[in-house]
């Protein structure tokens, strides 16, 4: 990862590969954001520039020029930010991610973006490292990607002990988002349940994080059905890790639950041919959950949080479960399987029901669960699914203002009697129409209660669509895997650290 810093230092007086400075638009046409700050000079040779161009100011353009007098660096990028006045967090974020990613191979990028308060410096750290990003594990010789080396964010006035405090942050979280994206990049072959859970340990192993972790033997005495009837197929067996950070102090128990599944052909019901080899990135949940959990730990926060990898292999086979067969999942409730593709839910319903037995105060599970959310939501807005309203839209807040798109949906009770089964407590599948409230119902159904006889509060994440890119890299998001969840459920344990949901 790139070396971040910020300073003080005048923008256009610091040596460097590129300056980017911000361009914005308004009715008279493209203008310099942040103009005031640059000196006389060089705003008017940059506003020449712009017009030479034919900068628009639009969000997501950018045009490098040769430097012109007054600027130290070797080039200037222009960068839009659209409207003067709608200039937010994420603006800067995918302005800043925009750059560094196309200036992948330098040296040394300095940031002149507007920035006034320490959270915009963070906002700029964070979308220059997240756009600073290259998955090289599989590439030899000339294909080698090299991401931007040094990273500087210029911002003289902000440059104080809360933009500081700004950079540690986007640091920590860039490396979360960072291990992620490779976790998911990487090939099935190389990723399997007990490669995952070994990845687990290294990944934590100097953080005040413990790590338990279940076999296929230990699954199998423990009642875990799910698990065990989604693995079963394969020839590498599936594996729960439980990831626990448990500081002094802690008043709040948020217990996160990931999908963890390395490689998903759907099983006996398989998957057309056609993008199967996107199904890598079926463990997306997983490794967001990992690292969110890392993440928590190396900023210190003062919440209790154990995270939960189910990991399973999904593949057809001669010992693969079939449709109709009945599964019981840890504590006791069957499951007529219909369709051994809808698997996802069976071990996160044995991982749900695990965490529940900790006792938490708020459950949120994490899933690339159904094809259903891309074709409510499209490819770039996560669903929030819940039982409690006040956790639902707290979800809402604070993944917005980490940067990541997540959109309220209902679970209607209607649905939920499309999954009564004739012989089983509940199928694994239900109404085709809304599968993805029905998928959210599904897993409801496993979510314990309190001793008051209510369910713990609990969230439910469909990524299916954000977790993975299979167009165009944008903004700070590159092609593959995206990390999508980690910022929101760091966000969400920031909050709830200090104020708790009850």
């Known amino acids: 990862m790139p070396t971040l810093s910020v300073t003080a230092k005048e923008a256009v007086s610091q040596s460097a590969d590129a300056l980017v400075i911000g361009v914005g638009t308004n009715k008279a046409g493209a203008v310099l954001a942040g103009a005031p700050a640059l000196p006389a000079p060089v705003r008017t040779a940059l506003t020449q520039a712009v017009k030479a161009v034919g900068a628009t100011g639009a969000k997501g353009t950018l045009h490098r020029i040769p430097p012109v007098a007054g600027v130290s660096a070797k080039s200037v990028v222009l960068v839009g930010l659209g409207a003067p006045a709608q200039i937010d967090h994420e603006t800067l974020r995918r302005a800043a991610g925009a750059a560094t990613r196309e200036l992948a191979g330098l040296a040394k990028v300095v940031f002149g973006l507007p920035t006034t308060t320490g959270e915009d410096v963070t906002a700029v750290a964070e979308g220059a490292l997240f756009g600073a990003y290259a998955y090289n594990r599989y590439r030899t010789g000339d294909s080698v990607r090299t991401p931007v080396g040094t990273i500087v964010v210029s911002a003289p006035a902000a440059a104080n002990t809360a933009a500081r405090a700004g950079i540690r942050r986007a640091k920590v979280l860039a490396d979360a988002v960072h291990g992620t994206r490779d976790l998911i990049n990487a090939a099935p072959i190389d990723l399997f349940p007990a490669q995952f859970a070994d990845d687990a340990q290294r990944v934590v192993k100097d953080l005040p994080v413990t790590?338990?972790?279940?076999?296929?033997?230990?699954?199998l005495k423990g009642g875990y059905g799910g698990l065990i009837g989604v693995g079963q197929g394969s020839s590498r067996p599936p594996r729960l890790v439980k990831l626990e950070y448990k500081p002094a102090g802690a008043a709040?128990?948020?217990?996160?639950?990931?999908?963890?599944?390395?490689?998903?052909?759907?099983?006996?019901?398989?998957?057309?041919?056609?993008?199967?080899?996107?199904?890598?990135?079926?463990?997306?949940g997983a490794a967001a959950v990992l690292h969110a959990v890392a993440a928590i730990a190396e900023l210190r926060l003062p919440v209790h949080v154990t995270g939960w990898l189910?990991?399973?292999?999904?593949?057809?086979?001669?010992?693969?479960?079939?449709?109709?067969?009945?599964?019981?999942?840890?504590?006791?409730?069957?499951?007529?399987?219909?369709?051994?593709?809808?698997?996802?839910?069976?071990?996160?319903?044995?991982?749900i029901v695990a965490a529940g037995e900790t006792n938490p105060d708020v459950i949120v599970d994490i899933a690339t669960l159904t094809g259903a959310q891309i074709v409510a939501l499209g490819s770039r807005t996560s669903a929030i699914m819940s039982n409690d309203d006040d956790l639902r839209n707290l979800v809402h807040t604070v993944s917005g203002e980490a940067g990541e798109a997540f959109w309220p949906m209902p679970l209607p009770p209607e649905l939920r009697p499309s999954m009564d089964s004739r012989v089983a407590d509940i199928a694994n599948i239900g109404e085709r129409f809304g599968g993805m409230l029905v998928a959210g119902l599904f897993l409801k159904e496993f979510v314990p209660s309190t001793d008051d006889g209510a369910q713990t509060p609990w969230a439910h994440l469909d990524i299916a669509g954000p977790s993975y890119n299979t167009g165009s890299a944008y903004g700070y998001t590159p092609t593959g895997g995206t990390g999508h969840g980690v910022r929101t459920m760091v966000a969400l344990c920031e909050s709830l650290a200090t104020t708790p949901l009850r």
């Open 211 to 219: 790590v338990t972790v279940l076999d296929e033997k230990k699954l």
């Open 252 to 284: 709040t128990h948020v217990a996160l639950v990931g999908k963890g599944i390395t490689f998903d052909s759907g099983g006996i019901s398989i998957k057309p041919a056609a993008s199967m080899d996107d199904m890598k990135s079926d463990m997306s």
């Open 310 to 351: 189910a990991l399973a292999e999904n593949m057809p086979s001669g010992t693969a479960q079939r449709p109709s067969d009945v599964i019981t999942i840890r504590g006791g409730r069957t499951v007529e399987v219909l369709n051994t593709d809808a698997e996802g839910r069976l071990v996160l319903a044995d991982a």
